[in-house]
């Protein structure tokens, strides 16, 4: 009987290619019919695959990576035909606010300041474009510096004002750096102004950067409704793009007759249900929503953990000290489209989705290539951090594909295929497998859950690998830096992240002595925030997991009166929850006094009294934590002991300053366990 079973699944199966779902006989598989046609005319263009560095300091410790290995991440980013090979880099333009794990350097600190060497964005675009010349790069404000708003919180009261500190950067970059930006935003995930839009556009264009698409408006479709009452405002503006679409659009939008972009996405921890999340909207955001690019926050997890949303990139690197990253498994996933695809190549016109659940896209260069994304996501194993995934249901299936129009001469499709191995915990990611030959212009496929297939006339597809990179080791527990180096390869010391306020290598010129060079924080008005960032400044550094430690730093008041600065340990939050940080916190003060507080916001004293600092003079902070107890030296010497220190148990150590103040720092060290 069992044998009659076989023979009789084997002759429905008729010419169809691909293992069967193992113990799955065909006669129980759903199965239908695609048909893939250009023959009455193509959808939308492709616009591209990409990803976000920034919003904020997502990339902070990438930099800081020793050769060979910072290489080898930047090749799997950005490298065709090797890794995620993406067509599209999404930077944050640096406005010195909290904008999720950290703040990013701005271009302009204050009204008459210009540098166009901050930060680490300016390299990440050059590092991008040499290995892909033909990467669309795009910039967007998180936070703008204080002077832009004029003592409001608001970047729109001075419509003039902020389209000259926009286009600015973007004449920046080409200037110092050769990069010319493709595409410029608004204000990310806030409101939007029609009149700023405007003047934007018009400042771009009177400058002869009429080629630079505004991308409007970051957030919600919203936008599209003025757009469509607005011609001067639809005019402005070359893409909707809307964040965490769920990968629906509404009516409105499409009345624009724009491009409809996905213009952040993703954000969800990157192992297997965060490939799968990634693999689903991919396809689903042009299928469901007619999106023709999808841009993953964030490009590369390389910021502490512990930080707001840790490990939501596509790869994760976040070990400078040590060399270790890893290649996660959406790396492979954006290989599937990315690989096979370029921006510029259209859509076919189709339903796109599959009867058994899932999705299919093909996409054609028009010149006779084809290529076919099929994935199988079930719910559970694809639900992305945002939004609510409403329930469906995958199950196996059989899948015929009629190729007619210019496509029906097609014999021969390269395979490449991921599974996302949930129940045995073993995934195969971008393998390549045999060809499969269509006859007389079809082909079948079987399609188990939980996969992805490329079908494609391309020959080009690669899973290159390095060698394996260093075993993760914890950040050292015994670290100095005493900022000593004359031309920095960046504004930042290595493996410092601010939270509030930038802390920039500083040449002390005035100082002949043991202090010329040295880290100063910059920030002195709070900056247009997109976070809740804290009311002094912080950057952190180390290892969350540090109990009992032993931090030293010289320290430098420059605001008098009232300026402060403190050092610390134990510190248990950063990002978008600055304010709420806890910790140990010692602080000096321009007026001759001291506090030990339990909190950054100074708010739970545990011990004050008179140190007899001054401001413009060095003093060093030794801070000792060990158990219960916490004491702290000035200049060596006693200044307060035996503290009762309860909570937190672990954190960073940090540095900081009372307000938004000029301060400089020398001679960190810290010694932890």
Known sequence: ???????????????????????????????????????????????????????????????????????????????????????????????DGQSTDGTEPSHMHYENDENYFRGYEWWLMKEAKKRNPKIKLIGLPWTFPAWIGKGENWPYDYPDVTAYYVVSWI??????????????????????????????????????????????????????????????????????????????????????????????????????????????????????????????????????????????GLMTAKEP?????????????????????????????????????????????????????????????????????????????????????????????????????????????FQQLHPVKAWKGSFSLYLNVDEVYTLTTLKTGQKCGCPEPPPPQPFPSNYKDDFNIRNPPFSEAPNFADQTGVFEYFINSSDPGDHVFTLRQVVVQRPITWASDADQTISLIGNFQWVNMTVTCDIYIEKQRDGGVFIAGRVDNGGI????????????????????????????????????????????LTLNIQGTSASGLLNGYPLWENVTVSKPSNGWAAIGTRSFEFAQFDNFHVEAS
Request: charged share 15%; aromatic share 12%; glycine share 12%.
């Open 577 to 620: 929850y600055v304010r709420r940080t806890k910790g140990v916190f010692f602080w000096v003060f321009a007026d001759g006094t001291y506090r030990v507080t339990g909190d950054l916001a100074g708010e739970e004293i545990l011990m004050k009294g008179l140190s007899g600092v001054r401001d413009n003079a060095w003093h060093t």
């Open 321 to 429: 000290w040590s060399g270790h990253y890893k290649v996660e498994a959406p790396i492979w996933i954006t290989a599937h489209t990315t690989q096979f695809t370029q921006p510029g190549w259209s859509y076919l016109q189709v339903d796109g989705q599959l009867e058994g659940g899932g999705s299919f896209v093909a996409l054609t260069d028009g010149l006779g290539n084809l290529t076919i994304i099929i994935e199988t996501m079930t719910h559970n194993h694809s639900q992305c951090i945002r939004p609510l995934l409403p329930h469906f249901s995958v199950t196996p299936q059989k899948a015929t594909f009629y190729l007619r129009g210019s496509f029906y001469m097609v014999q021969t499709l390269q395979v490449w295929h991921s599974r996302l191995g949930f129940e045995s915990g073993n995934s195969s990611l």
């Open 1 to 95: 009987m069992g044998c009659a079973v076989l023979l009789w699944c084997w002759l429905l199966l008729g010419c169809s290619w691909g293992p069967r779902p193992p113990g799955v006989c065909a006669a129980a598989l759903s199965t239908a019919t695609y048909v893939l046609d250009d023959a009455g005319g193509l959808g939308r263009q492709f616009d591209g695959i990409g990803a976000v560095s920034g919003g904020g300091a997502t990339s902070r410790l990438l930099v800081n990576y020793q050769e060979p290995y910072r290489s080898q991440i930047l090749d799997y980013l950005f490298k065709p035909n090797f890794g995620a090979s993406l067509h599209i880099l999404k930077v944050e333009i640096g406005g």
């Open 171 to 312: 004449l920046g970059a080409k200037r110092y750096h050769d990069l010319d930006i493709d595409y410029i935003g608004i204000w990310n995930e806030r409101a939007f102004s029609s009149k700023y839009i405007k003047v934007l556009r018009q400042s771009l264009d009177r400058l002869g950067l009429r080629n630079i698409g505004i991308i409007a408006a970051d957030g919600d479709w919203n936008v599209s409704k003025e757009m469509i009452v607005d011609p001067y405002l639809n005019d402005a503006v070359e893409v909707v793009g809307a964040h965490y679409p769920g990968t629906k659009t509404v009516p409105n939008a499409l009345l624009t007759k724009k491009k409809l972009w996905s213009s952040e996405d993703y954000s969800t921890f990157n192992d297997e249900v965060g490939a799968g999340c990634w693999a689903r909207i991919l396809n689903q955001n042009y299928v469901n929503g007619n999106m023709t690019s999808t841009i993953a926050w964030n490009l590369v997890a390389s910021y502490y953990e512990e930080l707001p949303f840790g490990r939501c």
